[in-house]
């Protein structure tokens, strides 16, 4: 399900814009007396559906009169939106689910990948942007072996205890989603059970659990879930294939419906148990409708190296197989095809003294030099779907006033969300190719940018551009530990 190529050509049709273009831009008369400038409405360019950038030359040698003498300065023009934030060609997240996460290992994973600090293990970190998932219950009973040293099931980390109304991780689990290491709920617990038939699942924990965040200004976006069909508050794929009917979480006439608690809250992207083998894609989001009517986005992740021969998936998310999702190959692949990409994992899996065994090591080192060389950029999962959405919808009229190019960012427009006018948070990281960005106005509506979060970029091959600046990351080692929690 590759479609790399077209976006390829997509990406092209930008450079061979600007080729044709190329003479026609950039001398526009200017008369004395006589303006020379266009009307408001031909000066207008509206540009929808900026996956595709539509450039537009206007002639405005109509205007002039035949007394007046022309002089000619350089008018920047607007070519279109670049489609990731300058200078990187793809976009990277990596997505991993709370199964058998425990304090100890969180932090180990944490202090590797989002510090540069040198690390127990021996490492330095590589100080990546990446924010996890979490659960608020520990429902199950399998009282499996989690982490070394004779780690059960119980000790999972979970925002409460059990199934109770009693915190356990909870001061803890909100520190990290304050500081942007935890971005996605798994589901609202781990509610695997030795009895697949059987659940310690209810509506109200999903109205507590929102409660609890709410209280603490805690708003998860992201919501992945899969798992044994003692896991009915899972909710993406009911009805899709008779292993999903125990996604009950969006049947409104099931006991444990709660999308119509768990969607205004503000879960927003969705990826409901669906194998994908794609490294990367175009777009990772699709429009996705719940059984009780309401849209989403649903998400692809990439899980997989295919189907064996009898039907099965052959996962490949488990942080020994790493390596296979991240190779030089693929991230090569990537930006080539500039793709993006949201690698599913469970980077706490491993019960060792260490969790991350040698061959994610090195896959996270290799990720971290692409990163380092601004060639791809990794992201929390979060800001990638939320950019993805942006880059894909968004809607931007270009006007030309007194030598300056004036680029309006009008709304977002899309068959999920309908058409809203996006905050600064929401358009982070845009970058629009222009002549000349010194001369470039990037205004949300009619109101600027304010300059701080501007920059001006030299030309990648293509054209110079304008960004609206991407989040920073920190890489301070945010790492807690609890005398309570293991
Ligand atoms: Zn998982």
């Known amino acids: 399900m590759n479609q790399g190529r077209k976006v390829w050509k997509r990406w092209l049709g930008v450079a061979a814009v600007i080729v044709v273009g190329a003479g026609a831009y950039g001398l526009h008369a200017r008369l004395g007396s006589h303006r020379g400038e266009l009307s408001p409405t031909q000066q207008k360019e509206v540009v929808s559906g900026t996956g595709d950038s539509s450039v537009h030359w206007s002639n405005n040698s109509s205007s002039l009169s035949s007394t007046a003498k022309p002089q000619f300065y350089v008018v920047p023009r607007v070519l279109g939106l670049r489609k990731f934030p300058y200078p990187y060609e793809a976009m990277l997240a990596l997505s991993s689910d709370a199964d058998h996460e425990t304090l100890r290992k969180f932090n180990l994973v944490h202090q590797f990948i989002n510090t540069e600090q040198l690390t127990p293990s021996g490492y330095y970190g590589v100080g990546l942007p990446f924010a996890d998932s979490f659960f608020m219950y520990n429902g199950s009973n399998t009282d499996k072996l989690i982490d ?28 990290y989603i304050h500081v942007g290491w935890i971005d996605t709920l798994h589901s609202w617990g781990d509610f695997t059970g030795k009895d697949p038939y059987k659940t310690k699942f209810r509506r109200q924990l999903a109205e507590q659990g929102v409660r609890a965040l709410e209280a603490d200004g805690d708003y998860l976006t992201v919501w992945t879930d899969h798992g044994n069909q003692s896991n009915v508050d899972d909710m993406g794929s009911y009805g899709t294939k008779p292993f999903f009917w125990y996604q009950q979480g969006a049947n409104p006439w099931s006991k444990y419906y709660h999308a119509n608690i768990t969607i205004p809250y503000g879960v927003r ?9 794609s490294v990367g894609l175009p777009s990772m989001i699709y429009p996705l409708k719940l059984p009780n009517g309401d849209k989403v986005w649903g998400f692809w992740r990439y899980t997989s190296v295919g189907v064996s021969k009898r039907g099965y998936t052959e996962w490949d998310w488990t942080v020994g197989d790493l390596g296979m999702q991240i190779n030089r190959a693929h991230l090569l692949w990537l930006e080539r095809h500039h793709d993006y990409s949201i690698v599913a994992q469970h980077l706490e899996a491993l019960n060792d003294k260490y969790p991350l065994p040698p061959n994610a090591i090195n896959a996270l080192q290799l990720l971290a030099e692409q990163y380092r060389q601004k060639k791809i950029l990794v992201a929390t999962t979060s800001q990638l779907l939320n950019y993805n959405v942006t880059q894909q919808y968004v809607h931007y009229t270009t006007t030309y006033q007194n030598g300056k190019a004036y680029i309006h960012i009008e709304n977002i427009h899309d068959s999920v969300d309908g058409t809203y006018k996006p905050k600064l948070s929401d358009v982070r990281g845009l970058t629009f190719y222009t002549t000349n960005p010194a001369e470039t106005v990037i205004e949300i509506g009619n109101t600027p940018v304010p300059s701080r979060f501007i920059v001006d970029n030299p030309s990648d091959g293509v054209a110079k551009s304008i960004s609206i600046r991407w989040f920073h990351w920190s890489t301070k080692n945010y790492a807690i530990s609890s005398k309570t929690i293991d």
């Not at 070394?148 to 520190?175: C, D, M």
């Open 148 to 175: 070394a040293g004779g780690v059960r099931k119980p000790h999972e980390l979970s925002w409460f205890k059990g199934t109770s109304q009693v915190p356990y991780a909870a001061a803890i689990l909100n520190h």
């Open 269 to 277: 992207f969705v990826w409901s148990d669906k194998p994908d083998s």
